[in-house]
T-cell receptor
């Protein structure tokens, strides 16, 4: 089983749509969770951290379900500028462990 | 401005040559990392360093070497032993904790001809 799995997409949606991405992780000891955004041929940039209680940042909402080892990202009122690849990232609380990345879900928002 | 810089942005080398990719950060971060990304793939960890003069192998360290002589710098050498070196190389840094997000440099796109 892969450590972090995401639906690769692509998700093609019109402007204004609501879209949800899901991510599952295999290591129950995972401690920290993030969503990164990566534009084509650019570096990943942190979109938001994911907290157990869920968190919201403007049009973006992240949820964590530890029991199901599942993370989600909801984007409301999609904009053209939201077109990118969204990477689900987890860390495991072990000395010397870096981030574990999913392969990403590609979103394309059209007018 | 604080940040991470990588140079060069694009690099072309002939097969069999070693090449060194630069990574510098002025964020006062303890830890630095090197990742490799291939088309349609996730990022894979090559090496990381928690403190100066110490570094650890990641998942795909074979054919690569690093050094950490200064806190700000973490250069990566792609040696001729690396079978498929053509890729997008990303350097990142963070405070050393599994709870802290990593910040990435703009990357170096290496093409071996």
């Amino acid at each position: 089983r892969k450590e972090v799995e995401q639906d690769p997409g692509p998700f093609n949606v019109p402007e204004g749509a609501t879209v949800a991405f899901n991510c599952t992780y295999s290591n129950s000891a995972s401690q920290s969770f993030f969503w990164y955004r990566q534009d084509c041929r650019k570096e990943p940039k942190l979109l938001m951290s994911v907290y157990s209680s869920g968190n919201e940042d403007g049009r973006f909402t992240a949820q964590l379900n530890r029991a199901s080892q599942y993370i989600s990202l909801l984007i409301r009122d999609s904009k053209l500028s939201d077109s990118a690849t969204y990477l689900c990232v987890v860390t495991v609380n072990q000395a010397g462990t870096a981030l574990i990345f999913g392969k990403g879900t590609t979103l394309s928002v059209s007018s | 401005d604080g940040g991470i810089t990588q140079s060069p942005k694009y690099l072309f080398r002939k097969e069999g040559q070693n090449v060194t990719l630069s990574c510098e950060q002025n964020l006062n971060h303890d830890a630095m990392y090197w990742y490799r990304q291939d088309p349609g793939q996730g990022l894979r960890l090559i090496y990381y360093s928690q403190i100066v003069n110490d570094f650890q192998k990641g998942d795909i360290a074979e054919g690569y070497s690093v050094s950490r002589e200064k806190k700000e710098s973490f250069p990566l050498t792609v040696t001729s032993a690396q079978k498929n070196p053509t890729a997008f190389y990303l350097c990142a840094s963070s405070y050393w904790s599994s709870y802290n997000e990593q910040f990435f440099g703009p990357g170096t796109r290496l093409t071996v001809l």
